[in-house]
């Protein structure tokens, strides 16, 4: 069950971070609150001790679920990367041939989509459309809100 999810060294290095933040000032916070809770008596009728002891599960899974996913990550060689074809990381600048509206997406893990940076899922159907394409193709692409035709303008890193 342990898949091999690729990252950018950014993308990956964000997860490290997180994990460290979760572990070195996260935790140490959860178990003062569960002792503190502790020190006010009747554990049976605390619901602050519950309360913490509740967040401290939920902590704990997102420290496991960081560490696995850690250790089965792979940081994408970018200089092994064909430029001259839509792959991952590639910048890809596009000219909407139903509006005429230009766009660009960074083809990104998936794990690293973020619409609002124009970074857009590699397992999304415009990128899939998108995949192994050469500048100056024309792309019809079926997307949830039917088909789209764009016309790759540039490719680039």
Known sequence: MNQVKY??????????DELEKLKSVERPAVSNMIAEA???????????????KNEQGMLELR???L??????????????????KVSILSKVKLKNLN?????????????????KNAK????????????GKEAGDKVA??????MMTFKIMDISR
């Open 38 to 52: 502790r020190e006010k008596g009747d554990l049976s009728e605390n619901a602050e001790y519950d309360a913490a």
């Open 141 to 146: 692409i079926q997307v949830p809100a039917g």
């Open 7 to 16: 990252f950018t060294k950014e993308g990956l290095d964000k997860l490290k």
């Open 63 to 65: 420290i496991a679920k």
């Open 120 to 131: 857009i899922s590699i397992n999304s159907p415009i990128a899939k459309g998108l995949l």
């Open 99 to 115: 509006n005429n509206a230009l766009v660009e997406y960074t083809l990104v893990p998936e794990n690293e989509a973020d619409i």
């Open 67 to 84: 560490e696995e996913t850690l250790s089965n990550a792979r940081v994408i060689d970018e200089s092994q990367l064909d430029t001259s």
